[in-house]
């Protein structure tokens, strides 16, 4: 071999199959200018630009095009959605040898929560994730701080309305009870549009000082001390006002609700993409801390409404309201399933997307960038949100609602449920704390989102803090939290017995850990509650309300978002104490080695 490929490092040797491969294939050398066609001039000699025909596709070769594309994208709602559904229909089945009522409307519902979910998770990518990193890093160099800051609270209204999840809490609102809970009722009827813009402006809110902690580079403890102050001060004034304590599971799940699909990836990119524009978006951390705000400011929104609601109606009053609005007329089309679901649809993608649409022509002067996908992108977010919300009525809710209502059958005598109770008392409950704590450990391990995010924090850490264990200390602190949630409907304890306690635990935690750990920790309760978990499992509560007779059943996403928090946070204490452990071992060994020397 010649001294020039010794230095350019060539092999020395191959092996001997890939020599016989390379001299046994056939190969034959064609010119560009056979297969290209000839060329034509026209009159005046000048060569006319080649069109080629249009590919004529059989239906055949349409399918076998198709069949990948959507294959791959159905595959993870149907990871998703289908063990939850198979989970709910065993234990139904087997363990409280019941049959599964309607299992044909909920079979159909589910199938169209997939495709729902599929078509608006494709539409969210190709349509409006585009917008968001569009606004990110343009907005910044064309306009001033506060109207960035403007416009990303808009946007943070906007995505809070797109949500998925957020239809789930107005079904629920059909389910309360206004003689027991008449505040409650109200927020979830008569208040229902004020309740999520609300909550839409406790989003918009918690991305703008998301924003701006990303440009002045601010740490996350302290913002997370000063949210918890009002937080835990509020939970415990409507706490000893036994009219508004009702109000209390719904104020903590509104928190869950809001951290999905829609306002995660679009405000994060928003924010990101602000913080790169002005030179501060370098850290690797950077991107976190901004879900664990949009999970508390609506929190705090929530139970601001209820006491103005409370000075505003009286409980009599909202009892009168809810009897006329029972004995009232037929409602219009729009008002009744399917209709709702469909307006509900088009009224929570369009107005996002007709904000997104001025924003880039007259703010920032800009044409939209490829308007035929990003116009197809929008119709299968609209398409497929109605098709969602109608999966959501007839297949998520109803199976939750049932499963949930059968539950308590265990240890309770209930006349819809047949040879109640199944169990002994204190074997019952029990079983009922064991199904929902594999209900949450099982749904939060198949999130999409926390296998992503537990990579990410695998590469940050270098490897000490490991996916798996991520992963797993997550969907543990979860279902824990959903485990504690259905005792708490059963035995009716305060919620803020449990939330107040947990949540002085969580900032013990936080101010024992690093500050890599905290943002993590933190942002891993929005990340657990996507758009399958968070109807299943309010459902799954009010049912369980229903059936024990509890005041009401939210609370358990609530729950759900404290217990990762606290898992996390430890698991990362642990691993800290190994690595300093292993740190003074190796410190220790290079000193006896230096010694011996």
Known sequence: MAADDRQSGAPKEIRFGTYVRELTVQQRRVCFNDLAPEVEYDDAGEALPYRPKAVALRPIDAYRLIRPYVQSRAMKQVRAVVPLALYLMLFQVLILNQEVLEAGIISAGLFAVIVGLMLFMEGLKIGLMPFGESLGTTLPSKAALPVVLTVTMLLGIG?????????????AGSNVDPTIAPYLWSL???????????????????????????????????????TLVPTVGLTLYLHVRPELTTVLGLAWDSGAVTTGPVTVPLVLSLGIGIAAAVGKGNDSLSGFGIVTMASLFPIIGVMLLALFVSTYSSPAEIVAAAQQVQTATVPAWYERTP??????????????VLFLLLVMRFLLKERLKRPGIISYGIALCVLG????????????????????????????????????PLFHLALGVMISLLFAWFLGFGATLAEPALNALGATVEDLTNGAFRKQTLVYAVSFGVGCGIAIGVAKILYDIP???????????????????????VNVAWDCAGVTTGPVTVPLVLAMGLGFGDAVGATSGFGILAMASVGPIIAVLASGLLVDHKVRRRHARQEQDAALAADNA
């Open 339 to 352: 209709g709702v679901e469909i307006v509900l649809g088009v009224r929570a993608i369009v107005p996002l």
């Open 188 to 226: 979830l009827n008569q208040w229902a549009g004020v309740l999520v813009l609300v909550v839409g402006a406790s989003v918009g809110l918690a991305a703008v000082l998301g924003t701006l902690r990303f440009i002045q580079g601010w740490s996350l403890k302290p913002l997370i001390y000063a």
């Open 159 to 171: 995505v809070t309305f797109a949500e998925p999840a957020i239809g789930a809490l107005k079904i």
């Open 495 to 517: 919620i803020a017995y449990l939330l107040v306690p947990g949540y002085l635990v969580a900032v013990i935690l936080t101010w024992l850990s690093s500050e890599a750990f």
């Open 385 to 420: 949100m109605c098709v969602f919300n109608l999966g959501l009525t007839y297949g998520l809710s109803k199976l939750g609602g049932q499963s949930g209502s059968m539950v308590p059958g265990a240890f309770t005598a209930l006349d819809y449920v047949s040879g109640s």
